[in-house]
């Protein structure tokens, strides 16, 4: 049963946008932390933002700045806004729910896991 979908990767050219979606099934865990991670072919999935219940959010420092955390929480929406997108963002996108924010911009003990959405900035 898919509880966290994504949407909304493509390809673009550096300094473009895109904006990623996640919408939750009314089954999927109910943990109020949710965020988005990346990874790349070979290397660890990384954090990239977190948002938590209160509306609080961090980044990890590489897109401070330019990427923007948001959620609707009637429509169990979660949105990620990338803005100056580099191409060292290319990866796939991860959506994700769990119990904590890191500092980074990751999520502790997740326990939900979208199936991902690949962007690709050419330079």
């Known amino acids: 049963q898919v509880q966290l979908v994504e949407s909304g990767g493509g390809s673009v050219q550096a300094g473009g946008s895109l904006r990623l979606s996640c919408t939750r099934s009314a089954y999927a865990d109910s943990s109020n932390r949710m965020g988005w991670f990346r990874q790349v072919p070979g290397k660890a999935r990384e954090g990239v933002a977190c948002i938590d219940g209160a509306g609080s959010t961090r980044y990890a420092d590489s897109v401070k700045g330019r990427f923007t955390i948001s959620k609707d929480n009637a429509k169990n929406i979660l949105n990620l806004q990338m803005n100056n997108l580099k191409p060292e963002d290319t990866a796939m996108y991860y959506c994700?729910?769990?119990?904590?924010?890191?500092?980074?911009?990751?999520?502790?003990?997740?326990?939900?896991w979208g199936q991902g959405t690949q962007v690709t900035v050419s330079s």
């Open positions: 994700a729910a769990g119990s904590f924010c890191s500092s980074g911009g990751s999520i502790g003990n997740v326990r939900n």
